[in-house]
């Protein structure tokens, strides 16, 4: 997966998971620009279609998404059903955030650039930050929370570096059934993901070095969009492309060394 998004850049197909995600993000994103006293469950319906039509305008392969009346109807519902849980979980008639889908980028020495975009980022009156992410999913069972957990880290990561300073409090909201995970980083937490961060890094080189990104079956396997040329379903990736791995990792393959294997 990872070469073949990141190196080879095979197009993804939109999913309706994920657009529906980017919805209510919009959504969420342009309440604050209205009024306190009008950020209300009712206007956050009323933006639904204004940030339906300006991302169908942006990518027209989205309206096939909600081809059909029926599905138009679920997806819509879907989205307001995730806003109402929203205003259970805050009222934002109390909130001014600092930013909102705030993009943040900072270069590890002797390692990666790593970038992000948060949510929402909320300052107090005495400079302690909180971030806010919203999720249109359910909150992760037990035992299933490790990619919460190092989304929140790396965010905290992220925010230190440009701010001088770690948040106070990371939040995920997650929007289908109401869940919160909350972290409260600290330096051993922002160490921690910056070491993670750079063994992964150190093992992505090592691939791009062999030019080999084996398989790494899970059961994330039923959500990935290259299936089809992925060895592990009987496919076969794209030709290796050095210079295109070079661009990307900064490590030439070693010549002879490159195999037909994908990352999964």
């Not at 990518?59 to 998404?65: D, G, S």
């Not at 959500?223 to 794209?238: L, V």
Request: hydrophobic fraction near 40%; charge should be negative.
């Amino acid at each position: 997966m990872f070469r073949l998004r990141s190196i080879d850049r095979v197009p993804e197909p939109p999913s309706r998971a994920a657009t529906l995600g980017t919805l209510v993000h919009a959504v969420l994103e342009n309440l604050f620009d209205l009024p306190p006293a009008r950020r209300t469950p009712a206007a956050s319906r009323e933006l639904l279609e204004p940030a339906w039509d300006a991302m169908v305008d942006k990518q027209p392969e989205l309206a096939a998404l909600v081809a059909d009346s029926a599905e138009r109807h679920q997806f819509f519902d879907d989205a307001r059903a995730r806003l109402g849980t929203y205003f259970v979980l805050e009222n934002p008639e109390r909130l001014e955030p600092a930013a909102r889908e705030l993009r943040l980028e900072s270069a590890l020495d002797n390692g990666p650039h790593v970038r992000g975009v948060v949510d929402r980022m909320d300052v107090a009156p005495d400079g302690a930050i909180r971030i806010i992410d919203y999720k249109s999913g359910a909150a992760p069972r037990a035992g299933y929370g490790a990619q919460a957990e190092f989304q929140m880290r790396f965010y905290a990561l992220l925010v230190s570096r440009a701010h001088g300073r770690i948040p106070a409090l990371m939040r995920l909201l997650y929007l289908r059934d109401g869940g919160v995970k909350e972290l409260r980083p600290t330096a051993a937490d922002v160490a921690a993901v910056e070491a993670e961060i750079r063994g992964r890094w150190t093992e992505i080189r090592g691939c791009a070095e062999r030019g080999d990104f084996p398989t790494q079956p899970s059961r994330l396997c039923g959500w990935c969009s290259f299936q089809s040329m992925c060895p592990e379903f009987g496919g076969t990736p794209p030709p290796l492309d050095r210079d295109a791995i070079e661009a990307a990792t900064g490590v030439r393959p070693r010549e002879g060394g490159a195999t037909a294997s994908v990352g999964e």
